[in-house]
């Protein structure tokens, strides 16, 4: 009853604690065998020092002199020589009497344990030394042999260095367990396993679209994945081949990861995640049999996804820095996961989702056909996208009347997906904090300010009096190159960050085989109608048009220089399309000419700029509408500037076709005529 007792209570305060914390027990097991490996290891070694040495007290070492001294007067009963190295001297009665009289001799008048100590040189040396000692002397004493040996120590200095390299293994092994994370994590035979997190049936993914806020038109193509792998025969059947593998590109946090798990969400299919530097190990040809791992796992749960966030970490351009072991490693992983896209079928019912926020630096290998040959940009959100991820992050909490989600929209250009439901997240904690029912406004733009501190550092938040900057800029660009015959026509303006730019245009542009003076001429004005609005507008000019500036100077150097376009140059070209002059040392004209070609070339630039001042001062109103509602939202199109400033009389009447179809294209082409922020702006 008693004992009962005890054991019970004993028990009791570790059962309630295990279903609260289900993942401290394995991990408390962990440490506690490494205790044990510990404790062990200690007592071995004590074990070591202990037994290594001499378990009998150790006696008095002699020299040479003593001995012979004690030989010569017959005080020694006998001499053992251990392993040939150390002569144990036992004394008779005599000799106990004289050195030792306490010690009794035993029956056979001579001690049980040796007294002295004589560390022998040589052997031979010894025998002779003690036999001429001894001469004429009756009952000499004879040396005796004796092996002794120390099993314990002899076991111990065979086994010790074994088990210290097998405590040392283990504790890597599980080192590299525990770095591993997912299954079968800990064992060395599954190193070369993918570590792929698996999401289906049984760890249901529950992210469908309706999770996914804004991105419409890559929603709009990610569905055709969706579709690709419901219905797979729709498309084999007229022939056609189902993409292999589709790159989604975009900065972080913008809901990359979140698209692709709702491709799968939505499709129902299992879902492999992984990060590209998942494949990444210390050991050469993990990465490669990990993705060999990988593809046959996916490939017996077909049909399916396998998502590889980071790609950039193994897909980076190979043979450009080829000095460290480290990226033979990554290259061959990279050629592994190429072979094996090569390699399964187009209807084998795997797709491969890849993230990256630099298509740029990717292997163009990745992003060959059959391999990653779509790209879906997923961009930052505009304001509508914001409002709309707001509303996604929203539908849990607990909100109070005066939270507007479009004021909240406004308040927060250049937040990513992550950084609002950030946003939502933090709000929710302040109002619980300070002991509220319900998460209110205030709550709200406490957090946006927190975020945005957090944001600040990363350079990617734009103050109010940026954006109306960069608002009347784009607008300068937009309007001018609306208003002159021979530009290329607007097609659509945002002023949402792109990587390092602030805002960006499309343009319609012509399919031109000859370019005229004129029309380099408008587009230079164009290019310098962004300036131009700042300093209508605001009367000074900022470092934002760099990259315009740039651009201008170029063509109006190459007007003057290259196409024979300048009066005062008249028709010559500098030009030299064998590539063989070296024009950074030698000029193939006077330092006169040198003089006139600057001084044409900032006329030609200066006189552009006058006539975007003077275009934007003829139609201020017009340039402010147009950047108030780039400001109000973020985007304009073709159609604004219609209405603002009427049809282009020039345009011609397949203008509207074909703006449609440069929009569709410039969808998937940021690159077009980003304005770069330096980073002094
Ligand atoms: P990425 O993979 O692009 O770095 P994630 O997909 O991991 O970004 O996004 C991180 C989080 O941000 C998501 O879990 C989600 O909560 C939020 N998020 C990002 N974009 C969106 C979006 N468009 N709609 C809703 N939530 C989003
Ligand atoms: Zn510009």
Partial sequence: MNNNETKGSGNNPNQPGQPNHPSQKPKDKKRFNLMWIYVILFAVLIGVNFFGRDNVTPHEEIDQGKLVEMLKKQEIGKIELVNHEDAEVYLNEKGLK??????????????????????????????????????????????????????????????????????????????????????????????????????????????????????????????EVVDFLKNPEKYTKLGGKIPKGVLLVGPPGTGKTLL??????????????????DFVEMFVGVGASRVRDLFNNAKSKAPCIIFIDEIDAIGRARGKSAITGGNDERESTLNQLLTEMDGFGTNSGVIVLAATNRADILDKALLRAGRFDRQIYVELPDIVGRKEIF????????????????????????????DIANVCNEAALMAARKGKNEIDKQDFLDAVDRIIGGLEKKNKIITPEEKKVIAFHEAGHAT??????????????????????????????????????????????????????EQVVFGQISTGALSDLEKVTKQAFAMVTYYGLDEEIGNISYYDSTGQQDYSLTKPYSEKTAETIDKEVSKLIEKAYQEAISILTNHRDGLSELANKLIEEEVIFGEDLERIFGKRPWGNSEDEKLKNAALKAAEGEPEAQPDNQPENA
């Fill in 98 to 223: 004289m050195h030792f009289p306490d010690v009794k001799p035993a029956s056979d008048g001579i001690t049980k344990s040796p007294n002295y100590t004589y560390k022998i040189g040589s052997l031979d040396r010894f025998e002779e030394m003690v036999e001429n000692t001894q001469e004429g002397i009756d009952n000499p004493v004879y040396i005796s042999n004796v092996k002794r040996s120390n099993w314990v120590s002899d076991i111990l200095a065979w086994v010790v260095p074994f088990g210290l390299l097998i405590v040392f293994y283990i504790i890597l092994m599980r080192g590299m367990g525990r770095n591993m994370g997912g299954g079968g994590a800990g064992s060395i035979f599954n190193i070369g396993k993918s570590r792929a997190q698996l999401y289906d049936k049984n760890t249901n993914v529950n992210v469908t679209f309706k999770d996914v806020a804004g991105l419409e038109e890559a929603k709009v193509e990610i569905m």
């Fill in 480 to 533: 001018t190159s609306w208003l002159l015959q021979y530009a290329h026509p607007l097609v659509k303006v945002t002023i949402v960050p792109r990587g390092n730019s602030l805002g960006a245009a499309w343009y319609l542009p012509e399919e031109r085989q000859i370019t005229t003076k004129e029309q380099m001429y408008h587009e230079m004005i164009a290019t310098l109608g962004g300036r131009a609005a």
């Fill in 391 to 418: 509303e996604v992050h929203m539908r849990g909490l607990k909100l109070g009347k005066d939270v507007d989600k479009d004021f909240l929209a406004k308040q927060t250009p250049g937040f990513s997906g992550a």
């Fill in 260 to 277: 692709a798990k709702s491709v799968a969400g939505e499709a129902n299919v299992p879902f492999f995640s992984l990060s590209g530097s």
